[in-house]
């Protein structure tokens, strides 16, 4: 199992970035999703997860109504779109998945919203 994220970087407040989880070594539609992310000096935190067919999500309750994720299982990628961003929404975003009970992590992606 691979799980490569993409699409962190920069951004103002009140802006927005897209971040991709590329999938590999797994039968993608089969498993539901999930985007964690882990602020310096916390724990690490769920953000986001989807289901395998992509018919139901859930969200942490402060970033409802800003961030949405979404997957696409013909190129076995999930995505995390994120606007309105706030300065509390800096960290590192980790893409997860369960298989055959052992959970999988990607290298994560830094964002950092800044003035």
């Known amino acids: 199992v691979q799980l490569v994220e993409s699409g962190g970087g920069l951004v103002q407040p009140g802006g927005s970035l897209r971040l991709s989880c590329a999938a590999s070594g797994f039968t993608f539609s089969s498993y539901a999703m999930s985007w964690y992310r882990q602020a310096p000096g916390k724990e690490r935190e769920l953000v986001a997860v989807?289901?395998?067919?992509?018919?139901?999500?859930n969200y942490v309750d402060s970033v409802k109504g800003r961030f949405t994720i979404s997957r696409d299982n013909a190129k076995n990628t999930v995505y995390l779109q994120m606007n309105s961003l706030k300065p509390e929404d800096t960290a590192v975003y980790y893409c997860?998945?369960?298989?055959?009970?052992?959970?999988?992590w990607g290298q994560g992606t830094q964002v950092t919203v800044s003035s």
């Open positions: 997860n998945t369960r298989v055959a009970g052992i959970k999988y």
């Open positions: 989807i289901t395998s067919g992509g018919g139901s999500t």
